[in-house]
């Protein structure tokens, strides 16, 4: 049997406790492992401000909020900064950007899906999503997820999330 099998049938494998072993059998003290970087994912809650059909505000309703977390996010922040123009998985790589989008519906987010076409060697349609809902996002880890050096790389340094949608 390898040692890597040995030591984590012992218990000794990284994340849980005892000494941690490399793939050669050796001992690792703390100054020597391996510390895999891990992505902290933003979560706040959203404000979700009713609107009319005509985009104006209904100062009768009360704001609904709703708590976001992870890569749902993650897509409400790059959706809010996106504003009026929206922005497509071409111009904002990620993966199941649908997936993103029906989670934030169901939270009763407003957001209208524009098909695109598009010509060349793969000519087809894609998807373009424009935020509807007037939404203020605060609270959560958003202040740490933002001065974080992940939140600064997607965001910049002056983001503008308490901007309304128009």
């Known amino acids: 049997m390898n040692s890597i099998l ?20 050796t001992e690792l003290r703390p100054d020597h ?3 895999a970087s891990r992505t902290v994912w933003p979560h706040f809650v959203a404000t979700i401000h009713p609107k009319s059909d005509t985009g104006e505000l209904f100062p009768s ?13 993650w897509a409400l922040l790059h959706l809010l900064s996106a504003g009026a123009a929206g922005l497509t998985a071409l111009e904002r790589p990620a993966v199941r950007w649908s997936a993103h989008v029906h989670k934030l519906r ?13 010509g060349g060697t793969f000519a087809g349609s894609h998807a373009r999503y424009v935020l509807r809902s007037n939404v ?13 050096p992940e939140g600064r790389r997607e965001f910049g340094t002056a983001p503008g999330f308490m901007r309304r949608a128009e």
Not at 106 to 118: A, R
């Open 106 to 118: 169901n939270k009763g987010i407003v957001i209208e899906t524009i098909d695109e076409k598009h």
């Open 6 to 25: 040995e030591a984590a049938l012992r218990g000794n494998s990284t994340g849980m406790a005892g000494p941690h072993i490399s793939a050669d059998g």
């Open 61 to 73: 309703k009360p704001p609904v909020t709703a708590k976001v977390n992870g890569r749902d996010a």
């Open 33 to 35: 492992q391996f510390v």
């Open 136 to 148: 203020t996002v605060a609270g959560g880890n958003l202040d740490e997820y933002l001065a974080n």
